[in-house]
């Protein structure tokens, strides 16, 4: 398996503010990443550095090749697309506005073929499409998010807290789609996650977040196996 | 809504409101004929109205077409700004001393008033990037209120003057109109009417085309959500900053349409409260919808022309309100009350009145992307409901 995403020695934060202090993770291609943390441990961060909105040091490299002086605008081009914490919806753009939106960075755009793509794997949004995006319920606005981040034909896929304020049962349908995603299309995907049994579940990776560094990583079934992480992030 | 009327077979449409596809041959009969009333309109104006009357549209048109300008920014963009009655100026400036002072062509004025516009625009959108909400509204006030100490200066200094003439455009011969003679003054107003239809209309589209196109969806998505936004690749420097630059552009035409209807203006005739009448018109018509500046602008323009001629004295206010007529007072707590009652202003209200009759609904899904499917975009049938 070759890396895609490699973190090596990333340091970021805002302004003076010091958040992410030496922090090493990777993404292989083809699989799924998970980043544990608990609030406040930097994830958030994390993904901003990752996708260059934020100013970092360190080294980060994506299919070979280094990004971390790269511009969000051409990461995204490159294939990276994120699922901001909080869904991002672009409340006013009708739901098909928010996918093409997600096309941005394409040359000519999003064709509709694309949108029929995903109508596909996410019919309520067909349904509702031409419905402002901000009368859709949480899950729906997520699965959106996801859709959009699709448009863009990335071949990495970060997603910052996808559960959040979302009921368990639309969390297991989210988490099986992402796995699906993973299965049928091979796409990559970085997760990060407070509470994340459902996430490990489709995990090749696991990382831990505290403070700001990667404090264990390995394997989903290593890290279910340790005790500490096990009572801390998988509750059991 | 009205159950009773509903037909009482399971699965027939609903009579009331009717469901009229997106794009369907009625929707766009629909269309049609809003788009020949107004057309209708405009003509029959052009053609029989009183050189006041004409000189009030063309007055509307300049409201309009800030308040279109400052609808892009501010509805669409989510940037407010109270200094558009300093880009208005500034162009109005522009023209009338490249007019009076370099015999400039009057459209050319125009265009150098627009590039100008878009320059300052521009600037100020760069403490946009930085600033928002209340205190960019302070930066673009902090304009608004320099702009006549600059405008006096430039009155002392280069036109050694207290006031700058108009442009005093005058109709060319092609139109048939006469810039000489008895009918002249009647010719010049139709003239300057349609000068202000064409310019709306062409701020109009420009708002329009711009809204509907890739760099709209992003405009908005700017507004919707920064961060989002950014993850997707907009980059919120260059949207932000240009849609200033533009904003402040079609802002710019209002002001050469100012200076070609005036025959002076002095530093005092482009200030904060022409600001502040923007953003009223604005809000009165709906902002972040296409047609919500223009019918706001009119509307507002007709209730304070009616209110400044019919608004009674009320001795009985105190000080200073009972000197004159309350006309602005009663403007002001007009707009405000309809605001309250319809917050997405006329346009918004009309179309929730609308929804009861009619619905809008999406175009029928397409079967499947068989190659029949893709020379087709528009399939007949709609589905029912
Ligand atoms: N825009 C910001 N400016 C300054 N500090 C921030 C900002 N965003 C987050 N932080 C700080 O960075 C730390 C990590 O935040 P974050 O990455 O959002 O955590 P998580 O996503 O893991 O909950 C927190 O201490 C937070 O207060
Ligand atoms: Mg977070």
């Known amino acids: ?236 | 809504m009205t159950t009773t009327m509903q037909s009482t077979s399971a699965g027939a449409p609903k009579a009331w409101p009717r469901p009229i596809p997106d794009s369907s041959p009625l929707h766009w009969v629909f269309r049609v004929i809003g788009v020949a009333v107004i057309a209708a309109i405009a003509i029959y104006i052009g053609l029989n109205a009183t050189p006041s009357t004409l000189g009030n549209v063309t007055e509307a048109c300049i409201l309009a077409i800030a308040a279109v300008a400052l609808n892009l920014l501010l509805g669409f963009n989510g940037q407010i700004s109270i200094g558009h009655s300093t880009f208005v100026g500034l162009a109005a400036f522009a023209a009338g001393y490249t007019v009076n002072f370099w015999h400039w062509n009057a459209y050319w004025s125009l265009v150098l008033g627009i590039v100008l516009c878009f320059l300052l625009g521009f600037a100020l959108g760069l403490p946009a990037l930085r600033l928002k909400g209340p205190y960019l509204a302070l930066v673009t006030l902090a304009v608004a209120f320099v702009w006549p100490t600059v405008a006096k200066k430039f009155l002392e200094q280069k036109v050694k003057k207290n006031s700058l003439k108009g442009t005093h455009l005058s109709p060319p011969t092609w139109t048939g109109l006469v810039s000489k003679g008895k009918d002249a003054r009647l010719d010049k107003a139709i003239f300057l009417y349609w000068c202000g239809i064409i310019l709306l209309l062409v701020a109009y589209v420009v708002v329009r085309n711009l809204r509907k196109s890739r760099i709209g969806r992003s405009l908005v998505a700017v507004r919707d959500n920064e961060t989002a936004a950014a993850v997707m690749g907009v980059n919120l420097k260059f949207t932000k900053t240009i849609t200033f630059g533009i904003s402040a552009a079609i802002a710019g035409t209002a002001g050469w349409l100012s200076a070609a209807r005036l025959d002076v203006f002095n530093d005092t005739s482009f200030t904060i409260l022409n600001s502040i009448k923007y953003l009223l018109a604005l809000f009165l018509g709906g902002a972040a919808t296409l047609l919500g500046p223009i019918v706001g602008a009119f509307a507002y323009f007709f209730l304070d022309d009616y209110l400044r001629s019919h608004a009674p004295h009320w001795t009985w206010l105190p000080g200073q309100l009972s000197k004159g007529p309350i006309a602005s007072f009663l403007l002001g707590a007009i707009v405000i009350a309809f605001v309250f009652i319809a917050p997405f202003g006329l346009v918004g209200f009309v179309k929730d009145q609308a929804r009861r009759v009619f619905i809008v609904t999406p175009r029928p899904l397409r079967p499947a992307l068989t190659p029949s499917a893709l020379d087709d975009e528009r399939p007949e049938e709609s589905k029912g409901e």
């Not at chain 1, 003076?16 to 993404?27: I, K, P, T, W």
């Not at chain 1, 869904?87 to 755009?109: C, E, H, I, P, Q």
């Not at chain 1, 448009?151 to 368990?168: F, T």
């Open chain 1, 1 to 236: 398996m070759s890396v895609l995403l490699e973190v090596t020695d990333l340091v970021a934060g805002y302004g003076a503010v010091q958040v992410l202090r030496g922090l090493d993770l990777s993404v292989n291609e083809g699989e799924v990443s998970v980043i544990l943390g608990a609030n406040g441990a930097g994830k958030t961060t994390t993904m901003r550095a990752i996708s260059g909105m934020i100013q970092r040091n360190g080294a980060v490299r994506f299919g070979g090749e280094d990004i971390t002086h790269t511009s969000p605008n051409d990461i995204v081009k490159l294939g990276i697309a994120q699922v901001p914490q909080g869904r991002g919806t672009f409340t006013d753009l009708s739901v098909s506005d928010n996918m093409r939106a997600g096309a941005y960075v394409r040359k000519g755009g999003a064709a509709q073929a694309d949108l029929d793509e995903w109508y596909e794997i996410f019919p309520r949004l067909q349904e509702r499409r031409d419905q402002k995006a901000g009368s859709l319920s949480g899950g729906e606005q997520q699965m959106l998010a996801i859709a959009r981040a699709m448009m863009s034909r990335p071949k990495l896929l970060l997603c910052d807290e996808p559960s959040l304020g979302l009921a368990p049962i639309i969390t297991q349908e989210l988490f099986a789609i992402l796995g699906r995603l993973n299965a049928e299309r091979g796409l990559s995907i970085l997760v990060v996650e407070q509470n994340a049994n459902l996430a490990v579940k489709i995990a090749h990776s696991v990382f831990v977040l505290e403070t700001g560094s990667i404090v264990a990583s390995g394997t989903a079934e290593d890290i279910a196996k340790d005790d500490s992480v096990r009572k801390a992030y998988l509750g059991y």
